[in-house]
């Protein structure tokens, strides 16, 4: 199910209301309001924007890979994906891809998850789980451990093997590749801008993103 589905925003950034660097290793949490659009930007390739949604009229409702997947019958995310939540609300729409396909399965670093995967002297290290928990805890106090969900790997590259496992692979992203959405429904965004060290995908120096919105057109 390959898809790179590359498709240029005509938004220009002197027009955006809201224009912000996020590094390495440092969390976002920002709402959307109906007709408002985000773009993120890869801005030196190859670096992992892990993010969750939630529907900002109920907490309790968050992205649903599952159902994201299942509705446009494909495992890649790319211009023209729907991101649903788990009640089948729409949330946000890709509007322009430049990169052309996001993982929604491998889902984000924990302590526990570096430990198996690198090696047990890698439990203390920072990772997106205590982000997005950080950035929860920071917004809301409603929001729990409980309401982190499977989540969207931004510009990651994750293929599926014919034996249905997943590889980490290579990036397909390059410096200045973005992924913009346009929110249908009140969308809270939370972003991990991932401090992984332990993977080549990204030559091990994870590296900053930069979040920019527009309001409705």
């Known amino acids: 199910m390959t898809v790179f589905n590359r498709v240029e925003s005509s938004r220009k950034i002197e027009n955006a209301i809201y224009d912000e660097t996020v590094l390495a290793g440092d969390g976002w949490m920002h709402e959307l309001k109906p007709g ?10 190859n670096q992992a924007a892990d993010t969750l949604f939630f529907d900002a009229e109920n907490p309790e409702d ?15 995310l790319s211009t023209g994906t729907v991101l649903l939540s788990q009640s089948g609300k729409e949330l946000v729409k890709i509007v322009a891809d430049t990169c052309g396909r996001h993982d929604t399965l491998g889902g984000a670093c924990s302590a526990q998850s570096n430990t198996v995967r690198y090696a047990h002297d890698t439990l203390p290290m920072h990772n997106c789980r205590d982000t997005f928990m950080l950035q929860l805890s920071k917004y809301d106090s409603r929001y729990t451990k409980r309401d982190l969900a499977p989540n969207v790997n931004f510009f990651m590259n994750v293929p599926v093997t014919p034996s249905g496992g997943l590889t980490f692979n290579d990036g397909v992203s390059a410096p200045g590749y973005y992924v913009e959405m346009e929110a249908i429904n009140p969308t809270l965004v939370l972003i991990s801008n991932c401090p992984q060290l332990n993977n080549p995908c990204n030559d091990y120096n994870p590296t900053p993103i930069r979040l920019v919105i527009w309001d409705s057109l």
């Open 36 to 45: 408002q659009t985000l773009r993120i930007i890869d801005v030196k390739g």
């Open 62 to 76: 968050h992205y649903s890979a599952v159902s994201t997947i299942a509705n446009q019958g494909n495992i890649y």
